[in-house]
């Protein structure tokens, strides 16, 4: 029993449909696959969009917060001046009380010396008085 031509060819073309629809079958598997892939693909777009909104976000509290720690430095700067003159104005000051303290004693003492001549000055003057009734009396 030998082929004719005929036969083998369509023995041919059977097998040759048969890799086709293996080979659709594959095709149709790969499509899904795509497709699969695709949808992964939108939700790695859609978490790039995501993230990168978030790293704007991110960016420009840094920016915001960055301009804060400026300003605070800046303020921080002005502070430190103004507590140097500040210190300088109570070294100054502290000069002037100790000044003022070294005259308010001189002060004291001499106010001590002028008390003591006045009592002495204000015994005087009575034994002088004292004195003058008793001339005045024997007059």
């Known amino acids: ?42 939700n790695i777009q859609t978490q790039l969009k995501e993230h990168g909104a978030i790293l704007g976000a991110l960016q420009h509290a840094s920016e915001v917060h960055k301009a804060g720690m400026d300003n605070l430095n800046h303020q921080v700067a002005l502070l430190s001046s103004d507590i140097g003159e500040i210190k300088t ?31 002495v000055l204000a015994s005087r003057s009575i034994y002088q008085e004292a004195e003058i009734q008793a001339i005045k009396r024997v007059k």
């Open 89 to 119: 104005k109570t070294d100054q000051l502290e000069s002037k009380v100790a000044k003022l303290e070294d005259k308010l004693d001189s002060i004291a003492e001499k106010q001590n010396q002028q008390s003591e001549v006045i009592n």
């Open 1 to 42: 029993m030998t082929m004719t031509n005929e036969e083998k060819i369509l023995k041919m073309l059977d097998a040759m449909q048969t890799q086709l629809k293996e080979h659709n079958g594959k095709f149709d598997n790969i499509q899904t696959q795509l497709k699969e892939h695709d949808g992964k693909f939108d």
